[in-house]
């Protein structure tokens, strides 16, 4: 079946400095969507990317899909107290509905 | 507007025991999934259910089952439960049974098995 990868595990980082969590499917995904997880909470829809290639910000965070829409990226620039959490990205099949969760990314961001 | 609720919080049961959760999804949204998910891991895809048909079903035994009432709320219910089985389920909601759909999450229930 369909796997999801994701990396790395874990990221400490000082506050300031820059984030970056890494997805790679195991097949063709139709979509890509990005969940944040607080501690403690449920996750939360940030974003779905669509297209092959497609880039899409949202203030600090940069998501990308890869080429062969196998892949995808979250970048956070200068990352603050408050984007400390779990970062899901969760893929979709051609030709299913389920979405297939990453194991996540957790961020702790030192002040 | 209410968002998606689940119910109970917590819970917690002994192994052997059987458990319902419950999940009301956001109005108007006709698409009902639901995620078992491990501490420390990604949360797993259960079942989900659209327009009260079962439109997927992830590698659970079937211990684990489902339903989703005309209201489109849904239930899942786990058998003979195991220690294993202890994690957070969440229930997630989405306008369409269609891929690409964003789902909205719960808050989840808690479950403990002892």
């Not at chain 1, 969507?33 to 939360?44: F, S």
């Not at chain 1, 990226?73 to 990205?89: K, N």
Request: some cysteine; charged content about 15%.
């Amino acid at each position: 079946g369909q796997q999801v990868m994701q990396i790395p595990q874990y990221q400490h980082v000082q506050e300031g400095e820059d984030f970056t969590t890494y997805c790679n499917s195991s097949t063709t995904l139709s979509n890509i969507q990005w969940y944040k997880q607080r501690p403690g909470g449920h996750p939360v829809f940030l974003i779905q990317l669509v297209k092959s290639g497609e880039v899409k910000k949202q203030k600090r965070l940069t998501f990308q899909f890869g080429e062969a829409k196998k892949n995808s990226s979250l970048h956070i620039t200068a990352t603050q107290t408050t984007d400390v959490g779990t970062y899901f990205c969760a893929g979709r099949e051609t030709s299913g509905s389920r979405l297939t969760f990453g194991e996540g990314t957790q961020l702790t961001v030192n002040p | 507007d209410a968002g998606v609720t689940q119910s109970p919080t917590h819970l917690i049961k002994t192994r052997g025991q059987q458990v319902t959760l419950r999940c009301s999804p956001i109005s108007g949204h006709k698409s009902v999934s639901w995620y078992q998910q491990v501490l420390g891991q990604g949360p797993q895809f259960i079942f989900q259910y659209y327009e009260k048909e079962e439109r997927g079903r992830g590698n659970f035994p079937d211990r684990f089952s489902a339903r989703q009432f005309p209201n489109y709320s849904s239930e899942l219910n786990v058998n003979a439960l195991l220690l294993g089985d202890s994690a957070l389920y969440l229930c997630a909601s989405s306008s369409s049974g269609r891929a690409g759909t964003e789902a909205f999450f719960g808050q989840g229930t808690r479950l403990t098995v002892v």
